[in-house]
Structure formats: structure tokens, C-alpha cells
């Protein structure tokens, strides 16, 4: 080891020939993806779409799947970032083969899977890079590094660290090691060598042919606190643990540069990379990114708050992420979404556009499909853990919370698919418990909007004495009571309204407005079900 080597790290654990033995080369054949996020107490949904794309490219390939927490940066560090991450991933159901588990919890023979865990391992790279010459002490301070930066833009330079502004890169070695053994502060910066190429490409497997210049700064490796900063350490990570496909956000193209010197020199074979375009969304006229300040759905949280299906939330993602996924979706409504093969030809170059509207379809299709119990239980653990009062209603009357189930699905009257999330609930289903019914009666402004005022006090008369009728085991119909009052459908009353009291909506409105509150929703016959016909002409008469 060389003088500066040494003043470097004088205390190095391991060499790089150590952690090379230590860490097994992976059979080249197995798949091998990482999502790799920093705990910075959010996870976006960019994020979670990212993952799946991930397990489920390496999955579909029998591959492998890991979870690495990228924390060398503790500014942006939040206390509890990573059990969000973890609880994220554990409801979601994604679930790494390798990596974090828990926080303090890991699987795989390739960890520690938290970079600020792996210290020494990134140490023993950046000192091989220093005995080639390949990595040099920086002393430059805040002041120096300000002043070059006003240079360049005073000379419309490109800003940076490189060629005359790179103070350190030629810098004696005697002076550094007198500086260092002195405790004077500084970062370990790459030396870019000079014979690097101006323009650089890759092919990108959702983009395609990248082409860009080369990378000239001589970045930092090491901060002053001797933690290698993100580029350094992910690319030793991937390398070790055997990375094959890159699949990221593309707001990381721009580091590619960096990335590819950092594996040349390294001496590392580079994985494969496939940038994935962030989720967009119209605000107005214009297509943003969805935004963490800006939008709540761009929190994983959201969607697990609201209470959508998981297989909402993965179906809804993966008409996304492959362009053919819904055709797929429509043939096998049922098969497992495992069994669909994503394709990176179809995953867009741009960013796909997010719709909550979409996703509600998306959802309301899958609670149809799922069966009263499961809805039943799926209701009960979501109002459990984000509605206690909510819960405790359900729980005081579950053959009613059944029965409204019973009100939906490929079973019910009029196939109803209401519910788009376990948190609409009370907003769709809420008339039917009389105690919020009565905190919001319907109004008398959404009656006269569908019946005339005039037939107001004949129709009650009427419906209460046919539903006395009923209560006496008469088989008339309600279709039976408005013809005999007069209504007929539209065409008849359209070609002779002076024959006609009005068409057969205002019947029917009358009924589920004083009823439900509602113009529209399950069928009468299912309301009266679920309340019971003694309710409803409660309803009628105190309206
Ligand atoms: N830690 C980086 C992030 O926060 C990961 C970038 C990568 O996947 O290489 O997004």
C-alpha cells in the first residue's frame, strides 16, 4: 500500500481481493434486479411502480429480486423512513427475495443490504482506486469550490471540477499526507483519466440508443466523513450483488456517464439498464410529474389509506407499465397478473399518464368480483385500522354490513359496482343506517328537481297505501301503481302528454329520493331488502 493510501485509511479493514472472495459470483444466467431507494420518508408511487416492474421482471425470469436501502445520505435521512418502505412493501405484497425485510431484519447472502452498513466494503474500492492513481484527497473548501463555480459562470463555462478548476487533482502527494495527518478535512474525488472518450453510449433497453457526453468532473467518492456518496457505493453494490438489469427512474440517465467510468475503472462488468419514465399527470393543459408536495396520490400511502384492493393497485400499475397489459387483463380477468410477461418494447419512452378515475374502474370491477365474505372481512380489516367509529358500527350490525354487500356483485339485481374503495363506504352505502340518513335528509330542492310539485302529496298517499297493500300479500307491482296513476314511458308521452299524469322517472324518483336521499343507486327492491319495508315507509311519511 502506497503513502496516501495508508494516510487515507489508515485503519482499512479489508482489502479489495478480501470482499471479491467474500462475495460468491451468481450463476450469469439468473435475472438479477434491485430496487434501491433512499429513506427519505416517503415512498412515491413512482417508486412502487418502479418495484413491480422489478419483481416482476425478475420473477417472470425466475430471477431474483432484492430490496437495498440507499442511506449514505443522512441529511436527507428521516427517522422511520425505512420501516415505510418495509410496510409499503409488506402490503403491497411485494416481496424481495433478497435485502431489507424489517428494519434491522435481512435475507441474502449478498448484505448487508443498507449501504451505511457496508462502510468498509466501499472503503476497500476507493483505496484500490487510490494505489492506481485513480483517486485523489480534495481539500478545496465551500469558499474555493463558490469562486470556481462564479468563474465558470462568469466565463460561461460549463461548471464543475475538472481540468484547471480541479485545485487537488495535481496536487503533491507529500502536502496531502501532511494535511490529512493533520486532521485537515477533506472528500476523495475520482481523477477522470485523460483519455476518456468526449461522447459516450449505451443501449437502454426501454429507451434505446442513449448518446451523450462524457462525464470530465472529478466527482467526489468519498465525502469529508469518509461516506461514499450514492454513485460510488451503488455501483460496488450492484457489482457484489450481482445486479444484471438496472431498472430505475430516468432521472438518472444524466449520472450515466459516471456510472459507466465508474464501472470501467472499477474494472466491473456493467449490468444492463432500462430507465423507466416517471408517472405524469394533466394539471390544466400541461403534463407534469406527479408531485410529493403537490399531489397525496403521489404518497404509496394513498392508495392503502383509501383502502383500494392491492390487485386494484397492481392492475391499475401494470396497464401502466405495458401498453398490452389491459387487453391481456379483459381475456383473463381471472388468471394470476403473475402470469402476464411484461416486455420492455412495450413500456413507454414517455411517462404514462396517472388516472384516478381510471383506477376507481379499475377497482370497482374487482370488488364486484369478489365475493359478500371476503368483502365482508377486507371491509372490517380496513375500517379496523383507519376508521375506529366506522368499525364499530360495522361490527354492531354485520348482517346488515352483509346485506349491502349482497347489494352488489354478478349476483345482485341490477349487477351493481359501487364501490370503488373500502373508504367510500359511508359515502355510497351510508343511507342505509338511519342514524346517518337522518343527519342528512333528502332535499326538498333534489325532489321538486325530479317531480312535480303538484304530484308530490298524491304520490305519497299512493306509495304508502300500496305498500300497505303489500304488507297484506297483494302481488301488485310498483310498475303496476304507476300506470294505474298515469305515468308511461317516454315515447308514449311524448306523442300525447294530455293523455298522461308523466313519464315513469318521476315515479320511480320520487321513491329513491325519499328513501336513499339519492337519484341513483341499488335497486329499490334491494334498498327495501336491506332496510326493511317499514323503514322505507318511515322514510316516506316524515319526508
Ligand atoms: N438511491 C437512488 C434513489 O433514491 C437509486 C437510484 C438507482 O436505482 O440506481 O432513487
Request: proline share 4%.
Amino acid at each position: 500500500m502506497n503513502k496516501l493510501t495508508k494516510a487515507i485509511f489508515p485503519n482499512l479493514k479489508y482489502s479489495k481481493e478480501d470482499i471479491l472472495n467474500k462475495y460468491k459470483r451468481r450463476d450469469e444466467n439468473t435475472v438479477v434486479t434491485r430496487l434501491a431507494p433512499s429513506p427519505t420518508g416517503f415512498l412515491h408511487i413512482g417508486g412502487v411502480y418502479t418495484a413491480m416492474i422489478n419483481e416482476h421482471i425478475a420473477h417472470q425470469n425466475g430471477g431474483v429480486f432484492m430490496l437495498r436501502i440507499e442511506d449514505t445520505d443522512k441529511k436527507r435521512e428521516q427517522d422511520g423512513a425505512v420501516d415505510i418502505i418495509c410496510e409499503v412493501f409488506k402490503r403491497l405484497g411485494l416481496n424481495p427475495d433478497e435485502g431489507v425485510i424489517t428494519p434491522g431484519e435481512e435475507k441474502g447472502e449478498y448484505g448487508p443490504y443498507t449501504q451505511s452498513e457496508r462502510v468498509d466494503i466501499y472503503h476497500a474500492f476507493a483505496a484500490d482506486l487510490v494505489e492506481r492513481g485513480l483517486a485523489y484527497p480534495c481539500f478545496a473548501t465551500e469558499e474555493e469550490l463558490n469562486e470556481i463555480r462564479d468563474k465558470q459562470t462568469l466565463n460561461k463555462e460549463t461548471p464543475g471540477y475538472y481540468g484547471k478548476y480541479a485545485l487537488y487533482r495535481d496536487y503533491p502527494v507529500d502536502e496531502a499526507i501532511k494535511r490529512i495527518e493533520a486532521k485537515e478535512e477533506f472528500v476523495l474525488r475520482f481523477r477522470v483519466p485523460e483519455d476518456e472518450p468526449q461522447r459516450v453510449s449505451i443501449t437502454d433497453l426501454i429507451k434505446g440508443e442513449i448518446e451523450m457526453d462524457n462525464n470530465f468532473n472529478d466527482f467526489v467518492l468519498l465525502k469529508n466523513d469518509m461516506v461514499p456518496t450514492y454513485h460510488f457505493a451503488h455501483a460496488i453494490d450492484d457489482y457484489l450483488m450481482g445486479t444484471t438489469v438496472v431498472i430505475r427512474g430516468d432521472e438518472w440517465i444524466s449520472s450515466l456517464p459516471i456510472h459507466i467510468e465508474l464501472f470501467k475503472y472499477l474494472g466491473f462488468k456493467r449490468p444492463d439498464y432500462a430507465h423507466v419514465a416517471p408517472v405524469m399527470k394533466m394539471d390544466g393543459e400541461s403534463r407534469r410529474k406527479l408531485s410529493k408536495r403537490k399531489d397525496p396520490e403521489a404518497n404509496a400511502m394513498f392508495y392503502i389509506e383509501k383502502g383500494y384492493p392491492v390487485k386494484a393497485i397492481y392492475a391499475y400499475l401494470y396497464t401502466l407499465i405495458n401498453s398490452n397489459f389491459e387487453e391481456w387483463y379483459l381475456q383473463n380477468p381471472t388468471l394470476d397478473l403473475s402470469e402476464f410477461k411484461f416486455t420492455y418494447e412495450n413500456m413507454g419512452i414517455d411517462g404514462p399518464l396517472f388516472d384516478l378515475q381510471k383506477l376507481d374502474n379499475i377497482s370497482r370491477e374487482i370488488i364486484y368480483n369478489t365475493d359478500v365474505d371476503t368483502n365482508v372481512k377486507n371491509m372490517l380489516d380496513w375500517a379496523y385500522e383507519f376508521d375506529n367509529s366506522l368499525y364499530n358500527r360495522l361490527t354492531q350490525n354485520l348482517e346488515l354490513l352483509t346485506n349491502i354487500f349482497k347489494t352488489q356483485g354478478p349476483d345482485s339485481a341490477e349487477h351493481r359496482k359501487d364501490l370503488a374503495n373500502y373508504s367510500s363506504f359511508i359515502s355510497e352505502f351510508g343511507f342505509l343506517y338511519n342514524d346517518i340518513f337522518e343527519q342528512n335528509p333528502p332535499s326538498r330542492e333534489l325532489l321538486l328537481e325530479n317531480v312535480s310539485e303538484a304530484n308530490v302529496e298524491l304520490l305519497r298517499t299512493e306509495y304508502l297505501k300500496y305498500f300497505e297493500e303489500l304488507k297484506n300479500g297483494s302481488e301488485k307491482t310498483m310498475k303496476d301503481l304507476a300506470k294505474e296513476l298515469g305515468y308511461t314511458d317516454k315515447k308514449k308521452y311524448t306523442k300525447n302528454p294530455e293523455a298522461y299524469r308523466g313519464m315513469f322517472p318521476e315515479f320511480y324518483h320520487f321513491l329513491r329520493i325519499l328513501a336513499t336521499g339519492k337519484t341513483q343507486g341499488i335497486s329499490m327492491d334491494d334498498v327495501i331488502k336491506v332496510i326493511g319495508l317499514d323503514e322505507v315507509i318511515r322514510r316516506v311519511k316524515e319526508f
